[in-house]
């Protein structure tokens, strides 16, 4: 019975991807001890976790901020009788909990991030347009380093579909970075097509700062059927929403990973980033990816720089039609 440190500390987006391969390598040695160290606010993610699998929060901006903080972190994992670590961040502060646990003798597996690999993919001239390993193989590949089988079999945080009558889509159009937000004047348009379906309803995602259009979509085209959720729920009550969902439309953004995790097929629309960069969402299908091939993209992994053209060409060349097509087909 071995205890193993995992470190997972970033954005929503990517703790929620270490989730199919966490849950796999938890279910599949039971009778080893995972503890995964991240961020406080994302705890209630985890629902339904492997009982071997012990969540501890870090409070970055508080009691564990700066060198002190790491110190106080440290002490605090010390009294666990950590044997391995799993870093899936491969920062400063995850390095210096690794050095520590590697000088007491304890084997530690860093994640390869291929920073290289990412510049090439994105670089303005002479890229490298190439697929790159997923987050979930970078993943799997440190707990491997560490001697586990990490095949993920993960299928859902869910053990059930809550399947409705009538159709139900959810949107969740905005994302960190505006480069990765489809104009929200084309979305609306999507918005509109969708609502005049027959039984269908639909659910805008989005967080508190978000509320504002998405409130006003679902009152000028709602009739009932379009409802705005954005800010109103916790991380369960969101999961067990998308859970009764039959398709989600996203962004390259956290929601399409959160999708992911309960099972919902996401039809996803990119513009400065791209799949190849490996992060695409769990079990989706390539083909439900919008985007349109262009020599500039992607321009950047994720979504943090300013477009090169200056006209956003990648995601205003998507018609709203593209959108509505590819959303109907799936639900044939």
Request: glycine residues 6%; contains cysteine; proline residues 6%.
């Amino acid at each position: 019975m071995a205890c193993t440190l995992v470190i997972r500390l970033s954005a929503l987006g990517d703790v929620a991807m270490t989730i199919p391969v966490v849950y796999s390598v938890a279910n599949r040695y039971p009778g080893d001890t995972f503890l995964l160290l991240t961020k406080r606010p994302l705890l209630p993610l985890f629902i339904n976790r492997p009982p071997n699998l012990e969540i501890v929060p870090v409070d970055t901006g508080d009691a564990h901020r700066g060198i002190a903080g790491v110190w106080k972190l440290l002490r605090e994992l010390d009294k666990r009788n950590i044997d391995r670590v799993a870093d899936l961040h491969r920062v400063l502060r995850s390095a210096v909990i690794g050095a520590y646990f590697k000088r007491k003798g304890k084997p530690v597996a860093v994640i390869d991030k291929d920073k290289r690999s990412k510049r090439n993919l994105t670089r303005r001239h002479h890229k490298q347009f190439t697929p790159l390993a997923s987050s979930f193989e970078r993943y799997q590949n440190v707990f491997e380093a560490l001697g586990y089988d990490a095949a993920p079999d993960f299928v859902s945080l869910f053990a059930f579909r809550d399947r409705k009558e009538e159709t139900r889509i959810g949107i969740a159009p905005f994302a960190k970075h505006g480069a990765k937000v489809y104009p929200l004047g084309k979305m609306e348009e999507v918005v509109r097509q969708l609502s005049a379906q027959p039984s269908t309803s639909l659910f805008l995602f989005g967080g508190k700062e978000d509320r504002y259009p998405l409130e006003r979509w679902a009152e000028n085209y709602g009739q009932g059927r379009v409802a705005s959720v954005a800010g109103r729920l916790t991380f369960p009550e969101e999961l067990a929403l998308m859970n009764s969902l039959d398709l989600m439309l996203s962004m390259d953004s956290a929601n399409m990973h959160l999708a992911s995790l309960v099972n919902v097929p996401v039809v996803s629309v990119w513009g400065a980033t791209h799949p190849y960069a490996g992060f695409y969402g769990y079990n989706q299908s390539p083909a439900d990816a919008i985007q349109v091939e262009m020599d500039c993209r992607p321009c950047s992994v994720f979504g943090n720089k300013p477009c090169r053209r200056g006209d956003f060409a990648c995601m205003e060349s998507i018609a709203p039609e593209t959108i509505v097509e590819k959303i109907r087909a799936h639900l044939v």
